[in-house]
């Protein structure tokens, strides 16, 4: 399956494959594959990569149209 929006967040961010894959500890071939859809994306480096650009996981995916991650309000 592609993530279209890998490459989308990856470009919006003035980031070049190798950047992105330093972030994720990968090599540059690796992160390539993921961002094509050839190889499965582990979910940490999705959670990694939703922190660092600061959208949702639900938005890299493709799920949703809505950046903003989902701040859940603690009770007391």
Known sequence: ???PR???MRIENHMTQKDV???LACSQNCYSKYERGEREMPLRYWVQLA????VSLDYLAG???K???HHF???R
């Open 1 to 3: 399956m592609k993530y």
């Open 6 to 8: 890998l490459r989308q």
């Open 21 to 23: 894959a330093e972030q």
């Open 51 to 54: 922190g660092y650009y600061r």
């Open 63 to 65: 799920r949703t149209d």
């Open 67 to 69: 950046k903003e991650p």
């Open 73 to 75: 309000g603690g009770r």
